[in-house]
């Protein structure tokens, strides 16, 4: 006698726990009994399928249940199948909503995954103690044609991750998509303790660490590819928040940066991600071939009316900082400093994808101009040009090689090949009122320029460090300031580094599955939705291999219709889907070095 099941037809009438438990209890199959916790299953000897059930509540009906039970699994052998269905029939049939609400399934199939990827990994452990090429060969097996084969990518077996922040909400997730996929994956925590090792798939690299501290960070950093950074403060306090926020994301990247240079010098070469110094001023040789220059946008015969008066100069101070100050008080007069560049033998800035200049001052606005084309011939040149503002103190300014445009709009693009002298100008024009440290404003017609070095940023087709920040919705709002302020200095040693890098501000993060609605990509800090934690490690782990993540901020939120009036943008949202990238379209309209 086979067992059969009626298939049950939701009905949309029915909206309360009392209404489900009635429908399921006169519909019932007869040889089927629906429970709210999960049954046991156990095979007869004729191949009759018997439902023993487990009660959900109540010391007293677990006891029951755990009789109910034992007597079935002695009585397996000599007891009537049709005798125990019709004993299972008299029990009452009872389910409530969280029984059926999505995220309660989403995270018991969640914890039914974490338990058989913990023990599928335990398998793992055999192999450790045969010989490397025996590992290499299970490992290809699992990742090829194993049950992991549907999520493999390519280049994943040759790639190690390192997860900063891996017991953090997201951290969690973005390490079991890296092992799904077939990556090594490290884990940095502080502490490596019973309940931080239990959270972690035993597969996963341990590295004891801290993010504030330099030292422990070269350990975690060697033999990587590639870093995912999604660690956070543990409270809103200032001195939390610089140390994991900013401090800790300078120490990680520095740590990466120094391995990479190591390396490379043991292969006799340069590391790929090495900036290239092209100029550096410390001492008084290193003003030596910079001009100083005057000029004026007027070039007919009244240009002498608005002469004011302007001058300019570039020296070493007493402190030993090179300094190029001065005033312009002529109407259209500017003031400039050039220097044709001398790069070293074999290299071009072709390689490179823009520049880096390290300055200080009192927060003026500058032209960097670049003049291209055959250095024998300067009459063949063309000039090219991008604006870039200071703050007040120092700070690192970056430029891209695609935000130079021509000066005169007929001349083709910029072929950074060609590029042989380089000018930074100043004109009073488009200045900003600056508030000095006592407050009272500055006049715009005077500057104070003092220059470090100048390099060039080393281009790449992938991102080499990922960087999960946030939008600052969802934080308490009198410390929104406050954890905003060290999140985008984190980004900005981030992106001074000279690393590939992706920067996602997700929507306050919320515990729901992911892939269930479509998401919005946008820059400009506009969006105010929340995003599942699950869709942000999805996003991790896709930008480590697209090209199009590279050197790009974005935020990302689920989607959602702007009130009417209040559209800021047309809306352009993207189904998550592991079967396609969707990544790419969402990013390739998005500018890059933002």
Same mark, same amino acid.
Not at 146 to 153: K, L, T, V
Not at 233 to 262: C, E, H, M, P
Not at 432 to 445: H, I, N, T
Not at 585 to 594: D, F, G, Y
């Given at each position: 006698?086979?067992?059969?099941?009626?298939?049950?037809?939701?009905?949309?009438?029915?909206?309360?726990?009392?209404?489900?438990?009635?429908?399921?209890?006169?519909?019932?199959?007869?040889?089927?009994?629906?429970?709210?916790?999960?049954?046991?299953?156990?095979?007869?000897?004729?191949?009759?399928?018997?439902?023993?059930?487990?009660?959900?509540?109540?010391?007293?009906?677990?006891?029951?249940?755990?009789?109910?039970?034992?007597?079935?699994?002695?009585?397996?052998?000599?007891?009537?199948?049709?005798?125990?269905?019709?004993?299972?029939?008299?029990?009452?049939?009872?389910?409530?909503?969280?029984?059926?609400?999505?995220?309660?399934?989403?995270?018991?199939?969640?914890?039914?995954?974490?338990?058989?990827?913990?023990?599928?990994?335990?398998?793992?452990?055999?192999?450790?103690?045969?010989?490397?090429?025996?590992?290499?060969?299970?490992?290809?097996?699992?990742?090829?044609?194993?049950?992991?084969?549907?999520?493999?990518?390519?280049?994943?077996?040759?790639?190690?991750?390192?997860?900063?922040?891996?017991?953090?909400?997201?951290?969690?997730?973005?390490?079991?998509?890296?092992?799904?996929?077939?990556?090594?994956?490290?884990?940095?925590?502080?502490?490596?303790?019973?309940?931080?090792?239990?959270?972690?798939?035993?597969?996963?690299?341990?590295?004891?660490?801290?993010?504030?501290?330099?030292?422990?960070?070269?350990?975690?950093?060697?033999?990587?590819?590639?870093?995912?950074?999604?660690?956070?403060?543990?409270?809103?306090?200032?001195?939390?928040?610089?140390?994991?926020?900013?401090?800790?994301?300078?120490?990680?990247?520095?740590?990466?940066?120094?391995?990479?240079?190591? =390396?490379?010098?043991?292969?006799?070469?340069?590391? &790929?991600? @090495? !900036? /290239?110094?092209? *100029?550096? +001023?410390?001492?008084?040789?290193?003003?030596?071939?910079?001009?100083?220059?005057?000029?004026?946008?007027?070039?007919?015969?009244?240009?002498?009316?608005?002469?004011?008066?302007?001058?300019?100069?570039?020296?070493?101070?007493?402190?030993?900082?090179?300094?190029?100050?001065?005033?312009?008080?002529?109407?259209?007069?500017?003031?400039?400093?050039?220097?044709?560049?001398?790069?070293?033998?074999?290299?071009?800035?072709?390689?490179?994808?823009?520049?880096?200049?390290?300055?200080?001052?009192?927060?003026?606005?500058?032209?960097?101009? =670049?003049?291209?084309?055959?250095?024998?011939?300067? &009459?063949? @040149? !063309? /000039?090219?040009? *991008?604006? +870039?503002?200071?703050?007040?103190?120092?700070?690192?300014?970056?430029?891209?090689?695609?935000?130079?445009?021509?000066?005169?709009?007929?001349?083709?693009?910029?072929?950074?090949?060609?590029?042989?002298?380089?000018?930074?100008?100043?004109?009073?024009?488009?200045?900003?009122?600056?508030?000095?440290?006592?407050?009272?404003?500055?006049?715009?017609?005077?500057?104070?320029?003092?220059?470090?070095?100048?390099?060039?940023?080393?281009?790449?087709?992938?991102?080499?460090?990922?960087?999960?920040?946030?939008?600052?919705?969802?934080?308490?709002?009198?410390?929104?300031?406050?954890?905003?302020?060290?999140?985008?200095?984190?980004?900005?040693?981030?992106?001074?580094?000279?690393?590939?890098?992706?920067?996602?501000?997700?929507?306050?993060?919320?515990?729901?599955?992911?892939?269930?609605?479509?998401?919005?990509?946008?820059?400009?800090?506009?969006?105010?939705?929340?995003?599942?934690?699950?869709?942000?490690?999805?996003?991790?782990?896709?930008?480590?291999?697209?090209?199009?993540?590279?050197?790009?901020?974005?935020?990302?939120?689920?989607?959602?219709?702007?009130?009417?009036?209040?559209?800021?943008?047309?809306?352009?949202?993207?189904?998550?889907?592991?079967?396609?990238?969707?990544?790419?379209?969402?990013?390739?309209?998005?500018?890059?070095?933002?």
């Amino acid at each position: 006698m086979t067992a059969t099941a009626t298939p049950v037809t939701p009905n949309p009438k029915l909206s309360s726990a009392y209404s489900y438990s009635h429908y399921f209890q006169n519909h019932s199959s007869p040889k089927w009994t629906l429970e709210m916790n999960a049954c046991k299953w156990h095979h007869c000897r004729r191949g009759q399928m018997i439902v023993t059930k487990a009660s959900s509540s109540g010391s007293g009906n677990e006891e029951k249940a755990g009789k109910r039970s034992t007597n079935t699994k002695k009585s397996n052998t000599n007891t009537n199948p049709d005798a125990l269905t019709q004993q299972q029939q008299q029990q009452p049939v009872s389910i409530s909503l969280d029984d059926v609400n999505p995220v309660g399934l989403g995270r018991k199939s969640r914890q039914i995954f974490d338990e058989v990827w913990r023990k599928f990994s335990g398998l793992g452990q055999i192999s450790r103690t045969t010989r490397a090429d025996d590992k290499e060969s299970l490992d290809a097996l699992l990742i090829r044609e194993g049950p992991m084969c549907e999520f493999a990518i390519p280049g994943a077996q040759n790639t190690t991750v390192l997860v900063v922040g891996a017991t953090s909400r997201i951290g969690r997730i973005v390490i079991r998509k890296l092992m799904l996929r077939g990556y090594s994956v490290k884990a940095l925590v502080r502490k490596a303790d019973q309940e931080v090792v239990d959270m972690l798939p035993r597969s996963v690299e341990i590295v004891i660490g801290d993010v504030g501290d330099p030292c422990t960070l070269k350990a975690a950093v060697e033999n990587c590819n590639k870093i995912i950074y999604c660690a956070t403060a543990r409270s809103t306090i200032t001195g939390d928040l610089f140390r994991v926020d900013y401090q800790g994301v300078y120490n990680v990247t520095k740590a990466f940066q120094d391995f990479n240079n190591k =390396l490379a010098q043991l292969r006799a070469g340069k590391s &790929s991600k @090495s !900036k /290239l110094l092209l *100029a550096k +001023f410390k001492l008084a040789d290193s003003l030596n071939g910079w001009e100083v220059r005057q000029g004026t946008y007027f070039q007919d015969v009244v240009a002498f009316k608005y002469d004011a008066g302007m001058d300019a100069k570039f020296e070493l101070s007493e402190t030993g900082d090179a300094v190029f100050s001065g005033y312009v008080f002529t109407r259209g007069g500017y003031v400039e400093l050039s220097k044709k560049l001398s790069l070293p033998l074999g290299c071009t800035l072709d390689r490179y994808e823009g520049l880096v200049l390290s300055v200080g001052g009192n927060g003026r606005s500058y032209v960097l101009i =670049l003049e291209a084309g055959p250095s024998a011939d300067r &009459s063949q @040149s !063309k /000039l090219y040009f *991008a604006r +870039f503002s200071t703050k007040v103190g120092f700070c690192r300014v970056r430029v891209p090689f695609s935000s130079f445009r021509p000066v005169k709009p007929d001349d083709p693009p910029m072929d950074p090949f060609l590029v042989h002298t380089m000018t930074i100008r100043f004109e009073p024009r488009r200045q900003r009122p600056v508030e000095g440290p006592s407050g009272a404003k500055q006049d715009l017609r005077s500057f104070k320029l003092i220059l470090e070095y100048i390099k060039a940023l080393p281009t790449g087709q992938e991102t080499d460090f990922v960087l999960v920040s946030c939008t600052g919705f969802g934080v308490e709002p009198s410390r929104r300031e406050q954890v905003l302020k060290a999140k985008r200095d984190g980004e900005d040693s981030l992106r001074r580094s000279g690393l590939g890098y992706t920067i996602i501000r997700p929507g306050p993060l919320k515990e729901e599955p992911g892939g269930q609605r479509a998401l919005i990509f946008d820059q400009g800090n506009r969006i105010t939705q929340g995003i599942s934690c699950a869709d942000v490690a999805d996003i991790c782990v896709k930008a480590l291999h697209d090209s199009t993540a590279r050197n790009k901020s974005f935020d990302v939120c689920y989607e959602y219709v702007s009130e009417q009036g209040k559209e800021l943008y047309e809306l352009v949202a993207h189904l998550p889907d592991k079967a396609n990238n969707y990544l790419t379209p969402a990013l390739s309209v998005l500018e890059k070095n933002t």
